[in-house]
Structures are given as structure tokens and as C-alpha cells.
């Protein structure tokens, strides 16, 4: 694929997307610039590079579970803006 054949303008039709002239005209000169970037890294030579198939066999590495000190709901609610009892008070965002 070349920068030439990128069609931003489909695209965002297909994303139903509206875009102004100026928005689809600088979208085109982004993407070409990506794919020439692209297309600068597939000419790299990696014949001396040893390919690596899997990760290593990494371990869970977690600290154990174990129970300490907790803050009390006075000293957790201290600082917050909006509060009711213990509860912490949040905007309705779902009507």
C-alpha cells in the first residue's frame, strides 16, 4: 500500500465520521507519513537478529495476601468534596 491509495474520506464515511476538507486533507498527509514510516522499517535488515518465539516462563511474582491496617471511613472520607454518612457522594452519569 502506498501513501497515494489511502482514502481517508471512505474511511471516515464507513466510521460515519464528518470531516471538513482541511480535516481530510491533513488525515491523508498523517496516514501517508505512517505507512512511508511503515515502509522505511520493512526495508531494515534483521537477518542477524535472533527471533524470539514465546516469552519466558515468567512466575507469578505477587506478594502474599495478608491483612493489615485500614483507614476508617472518617480519616477515607476526609478529603472528599461530597459525602453522606459514610458514603462518598458521585454526578449521576446514567439516566
Known amino acids: 500500500m502506498s501513501a497515494g491509495t489511502l482514502d481517508v474520506s471512505y474511511v471516515a464515511e464507513l466510521s460515519r465520521l464528518k470531516l471538513a476538507p482541511s480535516e481530510i486533507e491533513c488525515f491523508q498527509k498523517q496516514l501517508g ?8 522499517l520493512q526495508k531494515i535488515d534483521l537477518s542477524g537478529v535472533e527471533e524470539k518465539g514465546d516469552a519466558p516462563d515468567f512466575k507469578n511474582n505477587l506478594r502474599p495476601d495478608i491483612m493489615g491496617q485500614s483507614l476508617s ?23
Not at 507519513?33 to 522505511?40: A, K, L
Not at 471511613?73 to 439516566?95: D, F, G, Q, R, Y
Open 33 to 40: 507519513d505512517i505507512v512511508g514510516y511503515i515502509q522505511q
Open 73 to 95: 471511613p472518617e480519616k477515607a472520607l476526609l478529603n472528599a468534596p461530597l459525602k453522606t454518612e459514610n458514603l462518598l457522594l458521585v454526578p449521576k452519569i446514567v439516566e
